[in-house]
C-alpha cells in the first residue's frame, strides 16, 4: 500500500522558516520523482519543487533563492526547506510521487504564514 505523509507545518511568522517532510512507504522511492505542491485558500493547486529521480530540481519562480528541496534516497524522505516565508506562502503544501505514467499524494500539511 502506497503511503505519502507530510509533516512538519505549521504557525510562522513572515520572514520565518519551516522545513517539511514527507515520509513515503510502498514504493521504490528511487525510481520516483518527487514534487511539492501547495494549494492556497480559493486558488487552484501549483506546483512548487521538483525533485526527479535522475536528481534535477527546478522550482516555481515565486519560490527560487528561498525554497530548497531535498531527498534522501535511503530514508525515502523528500524535504521542503522554506526561508524567508511570506503571507502568500500560506497553504496546504502536498507531497507527490510521480512517474511518467502514475502520481500518488499526500494528504497535505498546513503552513500559515502570519503575524
Known amino acids: 500500500q502506497v503511503q505519502l505523509v507530510e509533516s512538519g507545518g505549521g504557525l510562522v511568522q513572515p520572514g520565518g522558516s519551516l522545513r517539511l517532510s514527507c515520509a513515503a512507504s510502498?514504493?521504490?522511492?528511487?525510481?520516483?520523482?518527487m514534487a511539492w505542491h501547495r494549494q492556497a485558500p480559493g486558488k487552484q493547486r501549483e506546483l512548487v519543487a521538483t525533485f526527479t529521480r535522475t536528481g534535477t530540481t527546478n522550482y516555481a519562480d515565486s519560490v527560487k533563492g528561498r525554497f530548497t528541496i531535498s531527498r534522501d534516497n535511503a530514508k525515502k524522505l523528500v524535504y521542503l526547506q522554506m526561508t524567508s516565508l511570506k503571507p502568500e506562502d500560506t497553504g496546504v503544501y502536498y507531497c507527490k510521487a510521480y512517474t511518467n505514467t502514475w502520481d500518488f499524494w499526500g494528504q497535505g500539511t498546513q503552513v500559515t504564514v502570519s503575524t
Open positions: 510502498g514504493i521504490l522511492f528511487s525510481l520516483h520523482n
